[in-house]
């Protein structure tokens, strides 16, 4: 079983959160909590995967996962947002957040998030991968712009130069916003195939993060080309 705790502050969006996980027969909610509560609930329900609300009232949300991640052994963090959060993304990467999926996800695809994330991997909303990369890119920008003495970022380009035709449409498909398995549709390779070269290009790109991956791919112009596909869930 993934154990999941919720951390939101409205409890009525918590409760049904936790109607829609508890439904799946791999997926325990074993806490929810509000912000403030969350080192005592990471201390008695030790989770595998942590859904955290990005914007919260009685505490940041970005804190609380800053705080998260300076634990030993951090579970994953999957971010929950909307459409008008673009620019806390930067910071939420940064300290290390797995994922980003919309509060009003289908439930098929948040459960198959968690699974994801729980499994290592990442997720990234296919309908809020153009905003999510485009506000992180933003923000880069304004940063560089801010300080003259911040060393630039590494190329995306020359990252993207390391890969082989075929990796560079995987991650073209990834910065789109596409599971492992739309990926594997689209290209006509099994799962398995596509898991291998998503490793090797996360590797190559020097990231073990799915969605800083994404960023990279938006960065060298090889998503524009599919950002209008239409991918459905994990």
Wanted: glycine residues 8%.
């Amino acid at each position: 079983m993934i154990r999941v705790l919720i951390i939101d502050d409205e409890e009525l969006f918590r409760t049904g959160l936790r109607m829609v996980l508890d439904s799946a027969d791999d997926i325990a909610v074993v806490g929810d909590c509000t912000a403030t509560e969350a080192p005592s609930a990471m201390d008695t329900s030790a989770p595998d995967v942590v859904l955290l609300d990005i914007r919260m009232p009685d505490r940041d949300g970005l804190t609380v996962l800053e705080d998260l991640k300076s634990r030993p052994g951090a579970p994953p963090v999957l971010m929950l947002t909307s459409f008008d959060s673009d620019a806390h993304v930067a910071r939420a990467l940064q300290a290390g957040a797995e994922g980003f999926v919309l509060k009003d996800s289908d439930p098929a695809y948040l459960a198959g998030a968690v699974r994801a994330v729980a499994a290592g991997g990442g997720a990234l909303s296919p309908s809020i991968a153009r905003s999510v990369v485009g506000g992180y890119v933003s923000s880069l920008a304004g940063e560089r712009a801010e300080s003259v003495t911040q060393p630039p970022a590494a190329d995306a380009g020359d990252r993207v130069a390391q890969l082989t035709p075929r990796e560079r449409e995987v991650l073209a498909l990834l910065g789109a916003g596409l599971s492992n398995r739309e990926i594997a549709t689209e290209l006509h390779l099994s799962p398995g195939t596509v898991k291998e070269h998503v490793s090797t290009v996360l590797a190559k790109l020097g990231t073990d993060n799915r969605v800083r991956a994404a960023v990279i791919a938006w960065q060298s112009g090889l998503a524009g080309a599919t950002a209008d596909l239409a991918p459905h869930g994990l």
